[in-house]
């Protein structure tokens, strides 16, 4: 049971601390026991959000996961109340939900899993110096690894990364195609790369919420609950040093996808991967 591979205050008005995010968070199997995975979330309705601020610098967090590892759900939700509450003052913190395939052969296939996310956490090892792959695996900003059992080291690396200077990235409106609804297109820009090296710019397609029932496997029996679920991340150029980027995207939805419940984010990061050096989020739903 549990992931593979798994390493075992600012007063609180409309924003968690990330203490009491995660030990929320922590409690997730025992609500799910009692209340069939929907008790947590309904706890957190007497809870105002945090108001988004357009000026917090933004910073990435990637969530490895899967819907077939126990030790996942504590930190899909923990994802979730980042999202819902932005606890970092000075960040936009943007998250992803980027599901795994290696365990779709323990009893339970993903829905929401991709080949190409698990590659890009193997890419995370090597470029990090990872000692193993596993889940949940959370990854700030391209450059560190942090765990959900340790809320201080991560509120220390979200800190740090909240007060790193980025590059302004920026998404357009985004509009349907008149013919097929699925295609959408955006246009893309940022301000010049003032770092020392270059970079890729990328484009994530997510949905904003996805439920899955689990019927078999270390979740068997549970109604999981995900936020920013990664469908798709597609390179969409490069930012050379000393340069700017705008360009004009085609993106297509994959098939029954409600354009209402996705959300973009564009982000620039050094090749390997490395750093990332800027990120914009837009919902197209609201």
Known sequence: MGGKMMPMSRPITARFSLCAIFFGALLFLQVTSAADGRGLQSADKTVTAAVP??????????????????????????????????????AQLIVLSEHVTYWDQDGWKDPNSSSSLTDRQSSYEGALGLKSLYTPQLIVDGTQEVH????????????????????????????????????????????????????????????????????????GGQHLIHVAVVQEITKIGKLPKEKSFAQDVQLKLKPGTDPKNVRLVAFVQESGPGKLLGAALRKIGG
Do not use: W
């Open 148 to 219: 959900i059992s340790e809320p201080q080291q991560m509120e220390l690396a979200l800190q740090k990364a909240a007060a790193t200077p980025k590059v302004p990235v920026r998404i357009g409106e985004v509009t349907a195609d008149a013919g097929n609804p699925t295609v959408l297109r955006v246009h893309i820009e940022t301000d010049t790369n003032s770092g020392k090296h270059n970079a890729d710019v990328y484009v994530a397609v997510a949905l904003n919420h996805v439920e899955s029932q689990v019927l078999r496997g270390e979740n």
């Open 53 to 90: 601020n357009p000026n917090a610098n933004p910073v990435v967090i990637e969530l490895f996961t899967s819907e077939g590892c126990s030790s996942c759900p504590p930190a899909d939700i923990a994802l979730q109340r980042l999202d819902d509450f932005q606890p970092i003052a000075g």
